[in-house]
């Protein structure tokens, strides 16, 4: 089945030690999201690739980096992480950015920082 | 600038209660609108949307919203819930930022049926 992945599922990472989310999809869509969710709060978008045009959210803090080295595949690094950086992280596609276009989402990574 | 709000934050249902969430939206031109599930340890998937054409829009396992354009309501109804409808609930409605759409998500409501 065509599909969103997310790796790993649960990451644990020291206070200020740099970490990688790693997101894949079949889809083959033109689009890709990373999203933050805190606890009962909604997903916040942080960027989006559409192809290899980056796309950052103005309130994105500059300790969030992404790279997309091809279509399939979309990383997200968090440079020095906070505790304030715990979060699960969602990564999205969609095979545009119109309005009608539907975000199909991955599991998530659950970051956990000490 | 676009915004979603849903009012209700938690609701505990018993199974076979009707079920209906709020979303308001605030926007002014031409309105996508869509509803997201987040059943526990899942991901967020696609439960509706509204593009345009008959404001009452069917969905998967039962659910259906009703779009109302004079009051900016997009609420999500089911007649009879099950205990397997536990989860969290989004409305989005698609924004602009740097001329792409993005999704904006409402705060979720959180639902727990109870058998």
């Known amino acids: 089945d065509a599909m969103v992945i997310q790796n790993p599922r649960y990451q644990v990472t020291q206070f200020g030690k740099p970490v990688t989310l790693s997101c894949s999809q079949t889809l083959n869509h033109n689009v890709m999201y990373w999203y933050q969710q805190k606890s009962s709060q909604a997903p916040k978008l942080l960027f989006h690739y559409y192809d290899k045009d980056f796309n950052n959210e103005a309130d994105t803090p500059d300790n969030f980096q992404s790279r997309r080295p091809n279509t399939s595949f979309c990383f997200l690094d968090i440079r020095s992480p906070g505790l304030g950086d715990a979060a699960m992280y969602l990564c999205?596609?969609?095979?545009?950015?119109?309005?009608?276009?539907?975000?199909?989402f991955g599991p998530g990574t659950r970051l956990t920082v000490l | 600038a676009q915004s979603v709000s849903q009012h209700n934050h938690h609701v505990i249902l018993s199974e076979a209660a009707s079920l209906e969430l709020g979303c308001n939206y605030s926007y002014g031109g031409t309105v996508n609108l869509f509803w997201y599930v987040q059943y526990p340890g899942q991901h967020l998937q696609l439960l509706l949307k509204y593009f345009s054409g008959d404001p009452l829009v069917k969905g998967i396992k039962g659910f259906e919203a009703e779009f109302i354009k004079s009051k900016f309501s997009f609420n999500l109804r089911k007649p009879s819930v099950q205990w397997s409808d536990t989860a969290e609930y989004f409305c989005a409605l698609p924004g602009v930022s740097g001329g792409y759409n993005k999704l904006i998500f409402g705060a979720g409501t959180r639902l727990a049926v109870h058998p």
């Open positions: 999205a596609t969609s095979g545009g950015t119109s309005g009608n276009n539907e975000q199909f």
